[in-house]
């Protein structure tokens, strides 16, 4: 029936983009429109059953539904609610008095009680003022009507009208009763409209508020927290002594705190306007068990915890899933096993079982030996801001929306998340996922010095700190790389030099990257075909036509890492070499 609907409105061109309420009686005017030419159709069937043969009412029947069926189609070119209210009411009216005259019947007539239709209807598609019109034209029409019927000359000899009166005054009751119903129900209905629109345009203007917020505070965030964990990794690598590389990776794990809280707000937003997206792809459960325990090796050791993870019995060695999404859970479980867990270890385990579908139950585990959960509190943990139990914020910190997320993340892999065992010796969380069995992943070899070497690289950003950190990757990986510290000075090095990279912030004074990302393309430099990255803090979607139309390749979300750039790298060495 709605897809029925959503043809007719396509064919009447009615526009989503106009207000409710003029939709909304729009839809009346068709409505009506379709159901009376539809009942009338099978009425003509009643007539034939009646009488056996062609009559006078069927001429009629059929002239009624040819109008209405051509006021219906009018809708297309002329959306005016009130002109069908007034044509479908004189249509009725004229229906009325034309059945009522020939035989002198008056308000003795069978289609006189319709009337009592009349004002309901012209109260959706018109208003108040239709309802009453009608009622006004109706009286009129029972008034005449009633004088027929005593002109009849058969009731005028006998004398006795008691029968046409009372049939009068029950039209005109009638009459006024759906009046005031169709007054009454038609302004509430499109009151209540007009308040849920209106509630709709606020919750829509929240949320551009909400999105706009969440954009500005990430890019802000995300800008200090580049140079935090960029520079705190480099430090680490820099061959200083232990009790530094201590302090420098303390550091950076600090940063990567405030990252995951700042991420969990995004994609809590993601989730909730429905935007986000699940991306499988070739992965290895043992290599997401190993580089989640090596995340938080340091963190456990320096709480006297022990941490390991292997994978139990026959895994796949490559499972087609979100990779990303599924190292994001685990994250979440191990930070709060390592929260909650005083003594003893935190164990990370991936097992695996084929279906005979060729699919396969991954179940990744995540066991502690920390002070457990209440069972009274299992549920509740996986609800927003709940925290299990009074004073947690206070004693481990945390926002309360890590497991909750992790439900969420789940759900969109089409898997679950859950307390599998707890009680006073700790405590194991289940990630359950059905995924597909690709063929194994060939490992990529380390990049060599010698295949970057040789590219050149401009990285354009206003921010010291941030060009500080993207020249340690750089330099790191064998590269040189010139400097600009605003869109219009990378603009003019671009037109002097051939770059096979152009790294541009997003947001810089003179010129933003998008603005010089454009200017390059558009000019006759020798960059303008080169690869231009965006690295921006901003994480959602909103600009992401935007960031099209200025010629802008890829985007890098901050804080960027060593990793990053490198995985950059190698895409653009096996597209020179394939090349």
């Known amino acids: 029936m709605q897809s029925l609907v959503n043809r007719i409105e396509r064919a009447l061109r009615i526009d989503d ?13 068709w409505a009506i429109g379709a159901t009376f030419a539809v ?16 009559t006078y009412d069927h001429t009629v029947t059929v002239i009624c539904i040819m109008i209405v069926s051509g006021l219906v189609a009018l809708i297309r070119w002329r959306k005016n609610p009130t002109f069908h209210a007034a044509a479908y009411s ?10 009522a005259l020939p035989d002198r019947t008056g308000v003795n007539s069978a289609l006189v009680p319709f009337i009592a239709l009349g ?15 009608f009622f006004v034209a109706g009286a009129a029409v029972l008034c005449f009507l009633y004088q027929v019927s005593l002109s009849h000359p058969p009731l005028m000899a006998s004398g006795d009208f008691a029968r046409e009166t009372n049939r009068f005054a029950q039209g005109l009751f009638a009459l006024g009763l759906s009046t005031v119903i169709s007054i009454l129900v038609s302004a509430r209905s499109y009151l209540f409209l007009s308040e849920l629109s209106d509630a709709a345009d606020r ?22 927290l580049n ?6 990794d480099s430090l680490a690598r820099a061959g200083i002594p232990e009790a530094e590389q201590r302090l420098a990776r303390t550091i950076g794990r600090s940063g990567q705190g405030m990252l995951r809280i700042l991420n969990d707000l995004l994609d809590l937003s993601k989730i909730e306007a429905g935007k986000f997206a699940i991306d499988p792809h070739p992965v290895s459960p043992l290599e997401l068990v190993r580089q989640v325990v090596d995340t938080w090796r340091e963190t456990a050791h320096a709480k006297g915890l022990s941490i390991s993870g292997d994978c139990i019995g026959e895994v796949p060695e490559v499972v087609l899933a979100d990779g990303l999404r599924v190292s994001q859970i685990l994250q979440n479980f191990v930070s709060n096993a390592v929260k909650f867990t005083d003594a003893g270890g935190i164990t990370v385990t991936a097992s695996a079982m084929i279906q005979p579908n060729g699919r396969c139950l991954l179940a990744f585990r995540v066991k502690d030996t920390g002070r457990g959960v209440p069972d009274q509190l299992v549920e509740r943990i996986f609800e927003r801001f709940e925290q299990g139990g009074a004073g947690i914020a206070r004693r481990y910190g945390g926002t309360g929306l890590g497991l909750p997320i992790c439900r969420d993340l ?4 089409g898997g679950s998340v859950g307390v599998e065992r707890t009680g006073a010796d700790g405590t194991t969380f289940l990630l359950a996922l059905t995924v597909g069995v690709p063929q194994p992943l060939q490992r990529e070899p380390a990049l060599a010095a010698d295949k970057t070497s040789k590219l050149r690289v401009l990285v354009a950003d206003d921010n010291e700190v941030n060009r500080l950190v993207l020249g ?33 912030d997003k947001e810089m004074p003179v010129l933003t990257g998008l603005e010089a990302s454009r200017a390059i393309r558009d000019g006759n430099g020798p960059s303008m075909a080169s690869l231009i990255v965006l690295v921006t803090g901003d994480a959602g979607d909103a600009d992401h036509d935007r960031i099209l139309r200025a010629g802008v390749d890829e985007r890098i979300i901050k804080p960027v890492s060593r990793d990053a750039i490198e995985a950059l790298f190698r895409r653009m060495v096996d597209s020179s070499e394939a090349a």
């Open 227 to 232: 140079g935090v964990i960029g520079l705190a």
């Open 119 to 133: 004002p309901i209807m012209c109260g959706f598609m018109a208003g108040r003022t239709g309802a009453i019109a």
């Open 472 to 504: 340690e990757y750089l330099r790191s990986l064998g590269v040189d790389a010139d400097f600009a510290a605003d869109g219009a000075a990378c603009v003019a090095l671009a037109e002097r030099a051939r770059y096979d990279l152009i790294l541009i």
């Open 17 to 29: 983009d106009a207000s409710a309420e003029s939709i909304m009686r729009i839809r009346a005017a």
């Open 39 to 54: 009942t009338q159709f099978a009425n003509m069937f009643v007539l034939w059953a009646n009488y056996h043969r062609w």
């Open 410 to 413: 789940a759900a969109l892999m």
């Open 90 to 99: 004189a249509l009725m009216l004229a229906g009325i008095m034309g059945s």
């Open 203 to 224: 919750a829509r203007k929240a949320e551009v508020a909400k999105s706009a917020f969440l954009a500005t505070i990430s890019h802000e965030l995300r800008t200090p």
